[in-house]
């Protein structure tokens, strides 16, 4: 990022003034009554894992939903302007071959309920988000965040990875996959880095016996192949997970989370050819510190090795003499990562930086402002994407890495609850909030992705993020 780029500015418009152009005749008025539907095996501490789900409501309302969704995609992502340079600028529209990911629409009910039971919180007060969802808010999408909410995180991953790569041709695809067993949150963060280049390989979820339908019909869509840039390998099964037989897979067994992360750095290296240009040291016990290394992973190709709060794992130890010398930060604060262990980390020849907040979601806010020389997100001004998920769903923010590393590139926030946005992070929005002097064509944007549903980030939460990302006047008009 340049020092000179400016922050809440725009470009001066030309002092020419063209001449008026005389006023169209009216054009006929459009039917009335026309109306919008709304859119609708790591050791240590485990996070609480999310019960998958059936979808409420009936067939047709599905389908419409998920029509509704890829849409919503299709624009966000021709929006955002980006993908990855094997992959196309937007989403894919709904085919026989994309996996249907179900989008939980605003005033769907929660699992036990009935069909007429109202979302948490709605009807409280006439400016609570019921009235909003009444008329048709749109949950899946705003002016300036977009939500990926299925049911689960193994329909999340796989809407993500769609998202990134549409597979409605060739040029579209990944090379490669990341299949990853899905309880297994280390080992999803540590695949992270598999998604920056040379490979490029979005993330899913697997099983041991079988396979999920979400990443099945997503596995039918991307139709990985292998190449040189994944040494030939069309998944990469990390983790207790079955491969489909008529895929080429370079698999890394099931084991610790430290064992698991420095596999895959070793991986990284051979397929990059070249150490990395730095190592994020991430706490195998405290999974809401460890999420955000993920989306950084992806965006960098620095590699994400694991450690235990006061002792550093032998396969860790084993990796980092390996890169010897390669400069080490360490994500979390001492409660996650001692201080006994940094030395540890120092003694075997590596410079080790601490980048941390006292609680999660100060953690990642580090993280993202951090910025020394090449490494770190640098994000301390307007005009960036954002990706925000729960503290509590690792799985999620793993999934969610490919969202960093493609369209509007930026790192990963969380939030601790589904109704407000915690008050630190609405202060660093605020901090980055884009504004503008006198043409807003020409000023710089922000857009957040959201993942999860509307009951791990609730759409009146959506609502507020909306707000501190949209694009502002400031000063005066002259």
């Not at 419409?64 to 992959?87: D, P």
């Not at 299949?179 to 540590?190: F, K, M, N, Q, R």
């Not at 920056?196 to 993330?203: D, T």
């Not at 601790?416 to 504004?435: M, N, Q, R």
């Amino acid at each position: 990022m340049s020092p000179d780029r400016p922050i809440n500015a725009d470009v001066t418009p030309p002092d020419e003034v063209p001449e008026p152009v005389p006023e169209p005749k009216k054009a006929a008025k459009k039917p009335e009554g026309t109306t919008r539907e709304p859119p609708g095996t790591a050791t240590g501490p485990a996070p609480p894992r999310r019960r998958r789900r059936s979808i409420p409501g009936p067939v047709k309302l599905i389908t419409a939903l998920v029509l509704i969704a890829v849409g919503f995609i299709v624009l966000a992502v021709v929006a955002g302007g980006g993908g990855s340079n094997s992959s196309g600028d937007s989403a894919a529209p709904a085919t026989s071959t994309a996996p249907v990911v179900p989008v939980e629409a605003p005033s769907s009910s929660a699992e036990g309920e009935s069909e007429s039971s109202t979302d948490e919180g709605e009807g409280e007060s006439e400016d609570s988000g019921g009235g909003a969802e009444e008329l048709g808010y749109p949950s899946f999408a705003t002016s300036n965040t977009t939500r990926i909410g299925g049911p689960d995180p193994i329909a999340n991953a796989a809407a993500a990875a769609l998202a990134v790569f549409p597979a409605m041709n060739d040029k579209q695809r990944p090379v490669a996959v990341s299949l990853v067993g899905e309880e297994d949150w280390a080992g999803a963060i540590a695949a992270g880095v598999l998604m920056a280049e040379p490979v490029r390989a979005p993330l899913l979820y697997g099983e041991a016996e079988g396979m999920p339908e979400a990443t099945k019909s997503a596995l039918g869509a991307l139709k990985p192949g292998g190449g040189a840039a994944s040494g030939g390998a069309a998944v990469f099964a990390i983790g207790d997970v079955q491969v489909p037989g008529n895929l080429s897979a370079n698999k890394i067994g099931a084991a610790d989370p430290a064992t698991e992360a420095a596999t895959v750095a070793r991986l990284r290296d051979r397929l990059a050819g070249s150490p990395p240009e730095a190592i994020i040291l991430a706490s195998s016990s405290e999974p809401a510190f460890a999420a955000p290394a993920a989306a950084y992973a992806a965006r960098s190709g620095d590699p994400v090795l694991f450690t235990e709060a006061e002792a550093l794992p032998q396969a860790t130890v084993t990796a980092l003499r390996r890169d010897e010398g390669v400069p080490v930060y360490a994500l979390g604060p001492g409660s996650a990562i001692s201080g006994k262990v940094l030395k540890e980390v120092e003694a075997l020849g590596s410079k080790v930086t601490r980048i941390s907040g006292a609680n999660p979601v100060q953690n990642a806010i580090a993280f993202a402002r951090y910025g020394e020389g090449r490494f770190g997100w640098h994000v301390s001004d307007p005009g960036h994407g954002f990706v925000l998920a729960r503290s509590d769903a690792p799985l999620e923010a793993a999934a969610a890495a490919p969202l960093s590393a493609s369209g509007t590139w930026g790192p990963l926030l969380l939030t601790d609850g589904a109704d407000t946005l915690p008050s630190e992070l609405l202060g660093y929005f605020l901090d980055v909030k884009p504004g503008y002097t006198t043409d807003p064509t020409r000023a710089f944007y922000n857009h957040v992705w959201i993942v999860g549903d509307a009951g791990q980030i609730s759409v009146e939460q959506q609502a507020e993020v909306n707000e501190v990302a949209e694009l502002a006047k400031i000063g005066n008009e002259e």
